[in-house]
T-cell receptor
Framework: KAGVTQTPRYLIKTRGQQVTLSCSPISGHRSVSWYQQTPGQGLQFLFEYFSETQRNKGNFPGRFSGRQFSNSRSEMNVSTLELGDSALYLC?????????????????FGPGTRLTVT | GQNIDQPTEMTATEGAIVQINCTYQTSGFNGLFWYQQHAGEAPTFLSYNVLDGLEEKGRFSSFLSRSKGYSYLLLKELQMKDSASYLCAVRDHAGNNRKLIWGLGTSLAVNP
């Protein structure tokens, strides 16, 4: 079974630009979560999508948005980029994220997109 | 509130045993995960505890005490490849909403 894939793997953008990152979950997984990881802040939860709906949201400004398509693939968008947005953006998929069995919410991570804002 | 604490860094010697602690405070508890993350790579699943006690898987074991809000990851017969960051995550639930809360990770350096 193929793992979680993310594109692109590396990205360099300029302040003020916008960026779209893509995530394809493991086949059969319907929940997709996005995280921002920086050395000082660790893994920070951005949002979770399930069945094309945002189910959970972290404490990030409105410049960060996302969506999920009917095939469970997800995209996240960051508008008006700031230097502090430079980070590794990780996507994780799980079966459904809310069930009682750990198999339903164990998260599998993609390789991440390394975003550098200059 | 929600909070997870882990030591920032640890150092150990090849062949030794190391214990990485994690304490948590969450509004609800629905299980605790340990993940390993090598530099520049994505986190990978190591272990899961939902009931009190020890779960053993090869060289790695994880312990949970729900009453104390405490878990540890035990790594035996350390190898150089075990140098990585170890992340503790708690599945928290408030009402019908369940999500993973992550610690900042413990960076483990294994020396020869």
């Amino acid at each position: 079974k193929a793992g979680v894939t993310q594109t692109p793997r590396y990205l360099i953008k300029t302040r003020g630009q916008q960026v779209t990152l893509s995530c394809s979950p493991i086949s059969g997984h319907r929940s997709v979560s996005w995280y921002q990881q920086t050395p000082g802040q660790g893994l920070q939860f951005l949002f979770e999508y399930f069945s094309e709906t945002q189910r959970n949201k972290g404490n990030f400004p409105g410049r960060f948005s996302g969506r999920q398509f009917s095939n469970s693939r997800s995209e996240m968008n960051v508008s008006t980029l700031e230097l502090g947005d430079s980070a590794l953006y990780l996507c994780a998929s799980s079966v459904d994220g809310q069930g009682v069995s750990k198999f339903s919410y164990e998260q599998y991570f993609g390789p991440g997109t390394r975003l550098t804002v200059t | 509130g929600q909070n997870i604490d882990q030591p920032t860094e640890m150092t150990a010697t090849e062949g030794a045993i190391v214990q990485i602690n994690c304490t948590y405070q969450t509004s609800g508890f629905n299980g605790l995960f340990w993940y390993q993350q090598h530099a520049g790579e994505a986190p990978t699943f190591l272990s899961y505890n939902v009931l009190d006690g020890l779960e053993e898987k090869g060289r790695f074991s994880s312990f949970l005490s729900r009453s104390k809000g405490y878990s540890y990851l035990l790594l035996k017969e350390l190898q150089m490849k075990d140098s990585a960051s170890y992340l503790c995550a708690v599945r928290d639930h408030a009402g019908n909403n369940r999500k993973l809360i992550w610690g900042l990770g413990t960076s483990l350096a294994v020396n020869p």
